[in-house]
């Protein structure tokens, strides 16, 4: 892609990199490739098949593992005869007393809140063009929002959280692993692939058959 010097002709046509804003000529690249900002290096255009299949998948997976995730127990712990089996709502809830409250609303939100909204988001964006209908209403706002929740949804950064927090209570119990802590490490790969399958623009230029 090359600078556009001045701005001008159809809008369209054209291109600007969100991450340092330089604006280009629109070139899709081929099959397979992507385009980057040659200023940046920032993706612009990844022209991958499925882009739709994909995208809507990992939101379906993340949608069934995070209920999975919510409603299993997370772990079990025995020590002296005493069994006991804690959830990742057991968890949230620990802080829920005194000034740690907020600390609750924010585990909450970003562990459970901000993935399955983004989800539901994507589904409903994504969903009627999967099935060869018109966009549904406020399909550009609600494919918009799971793109802003999209550094905001820190599943995997609570399991590397836990994985630092059981090396030091293997040490004083025995723990056991359950569903919900694999659900959470699939919803990781699954995320990682939804990321490297989704192009921004791809999706846009669908939502907006105008302005293909």
């Known amino acids: 892609m090359r600078t ?3 701005i001008s002709e159809n809008l369209d046509s054209l291109i600007a990199c969100r991450s340092c804003d330089l604006l280009l000529d629109r070139v899709i690249p081929p099959p397979g490739k992507v385009a980057r900002c040659p200023r ?17 998948a990992g939101a379906l997976s993340t949608a069934i593992l995070m209920v999975a995730a919510i409603f299993f127990p997370f772990i079990a712990l025995d020590e002296a005869g005493l069994h006991r089996d ?3 709502m057991d968890a949230v809830g620990a802080f829920a007393d005194g000034w740690s409250a907020p600390l609750t609303i ?11 909204t983004r989800a539901a988001a994507l589904i409903y964006a994504l969903l009627p063009l999967r099935l060869g209908r018109r966009p549904a209403g406020g399909a550009a706002r609600s494919f918009r929002l799971a793109m802003a929740l999209k550094p905001w949804s820190m599943a995997e ?4 959280g836990v994985a630092v927090a059981l090396i030091k209570v293997t040490d004083l119990a025995d723990v056991s692993l359950g569903p919900s ?9 699954v995320v990682v692939f ?19």
């Open 157 to 160: 950064i609570f399991i590397v």
């Open 194 to 212: 939804e990321n490297s399958t989704l192009c921004e623009w791809t999706i846009w230029r669908l939502l907006d058959p105008k302005r293909r």
């Open 86 to 88: 804690a959830s990742v």
């Open 4 to 6: 556009r010097h001045p």
């Open 106 to 116: 924010a585990v909450a939100a970003f562990i459970v809140v901000i993935p399955v």
């Open 181 to 189: 802590f694999w659900a959470f490490s699939a919803l990781i790969v």
């Open 40 to 56: 940046c290096h920032h993706v612009l255009i990844s022209n991958k098949r499925n882009v739709i299949d994909n995208t809507l």
